[in-house]
């Protein structure tokens, strides 16, 4: 099988992944729950983690590294613990149903929001930012790079704009983490949300959020914590305040095994290897008669995504002749990206995205691109 469903999340992963899972099944007990060899091995395969992703993602504060089960729920616990009925906040056309979704909630409580629109590349324009701003907005929620077009947002000019009107920026890193240089220091990133399981190549079940110093997110979830276990209250310190009940040591330890594959490699030299795969591929197929192609390419640093049609046909059809007739995995549909598909006039067709891993290969490229063009044929 050609493996071209990344964006989704990475099957191949650095060997190091599913020894350390393995590893931690048979020695990890329960973080922060015991002072036992067990309980210990969890809880510094915990904090190792915290380390390194603080490291990786420019926060100051390892402290301030939650864990979560992935970055639907990290996001939650962002919107949910800093908006309430009243505020008003700010997104875009290009988000997620991660994204999209608590904040059609917020609205129907009482929240204001507003949707900066997309182009039919995708693009956003950022004159619209500063024109939607509001004396009571709260934040901005959006995304570091679209999982449809792969068109990636410029989350430094955004957090300028959110800091100059008192508001906050949650970036939504899902598309990027791992694949892009991210420092959220030097972006202006207030809260990011991550997952592990897509380009930082650890297991499904992680992911987290990076909290900067300073940012008070009020608890989703409320339990065991193994700390001031008999207070009434959620204690108040990070990260204890947004981790209740048991954490995914396991899952954990996967992640950390793939964090110092991408710290030894370099998430720049990494990334680069994804970009000029997709390049390839974008090169070999935007002729194609009959097919269309969406997104702005001329992006230098975008996420690693093509999405594409051929002719008329629906995307799930020709995902499935992809799969079964050339053994390429892609992902077809709608890609929990609604209004995304609205800018691009795919609502009904969806479309076929192909994301490409650094563990894919030239040939495996070019093979998919061959498939396309016969197809169109």
Do not use: W
């Amino acid at each position: 099988m050609i493996y071209l469903d990344n964006a989704a999340t990475t099957l191949h992963k650095p060997p190091a992944v599913a020894e350390a899972v393995a590893v931690a099944l048979a020695t990890a007990g329960n973080a922060a729950r015991g002072a036992h060899g067990a309980s210990l091995s969890a809880s510094r395969a915990v904090f190792e983690t915290r380390q390194k992703l603080a490291q990786l993602f420019g926060c100051p504060r390892a402290d301030h590294v939650v864990f979560t089960m992935n970055a639907t729920e990290a996001l939650n616990i962002a919107i949910y613990g800093l908006l309430a009925p009243g505020d008003h906040v700010l997104s875009t056309d290009l988000e997620h149903n991660s994204v999209l979704r608590p904040l059609y909630d917020l609205q129907a409580r009482g929240a204001a929001v507003d949707f900066v629109p997309a182009d039919r590349s995708g693009n956003v324009c950022y004159d619209d930012f500063e024109r939607l701003f509001r004396e009571n907005t709260k934040a901005v929620v959006c995304t570091h790079a679209s999982n449809l077009t792969g068109n990636v947002l410029d989350l430094a000019r955004i957090a300028r704009m959110a800091h100059a009107h008192g508001a906050l920026l949650i970036a939504d890193a899902s598309q990027t983490a791992g694949a892009l240089p991210i420092s959220m220091a030097e972006l202006g990133i207030d809260v990011l949300c991550f997952t592990g399981h897509k380009a930082l190549m650890g297991p499904q079940g992680t992911g987290g959020l990076c909290i900067r110093p300073g940012v008070d997110v009020r608890p989703l979830l409320r339990g065991g914590t193994g700390v001031h276990s008999y207070d009434k209250d959620q204690p108040p310190m990070y990260p204890t305040r947004l981790e209740a009940g048991t954490l995914n040591s396991h899952g954990i330890a996967g992640l950390n095994a793939a964090l110092d594959y991408l710290l030894q490699e370099g998430v720049a030299k990494i990334g680069a290897r994804e970009r000029a795969l997709m390049r390839r591929f974008y090169d070999a197929v935007r002729e194609i008669p009959g097919v269309s192609v969406y997104g702005d390419f001329s992006q230098p640093g975008r996420a690693a995504i093509v999405s594409l049609n051929i002719r008329g046909y629906d995307s799930s059809e020709v995902a499935d002749v992809l799969f079964t007739d050339y053994g390429i995995a892609t992902r077809p549909g709608a890609h929990c990206a609604p209004r995304m598909h609205e800018a691009l006039g795919t609502v009904k067709q969806g479309a076929v995205r192909f994301s490409f891993s650094c563990f894919n290969t030239e040939q495996e490229v070019d093979a998919a691109a061959r498939a396309v063009r016969e197809l169109a044929e």
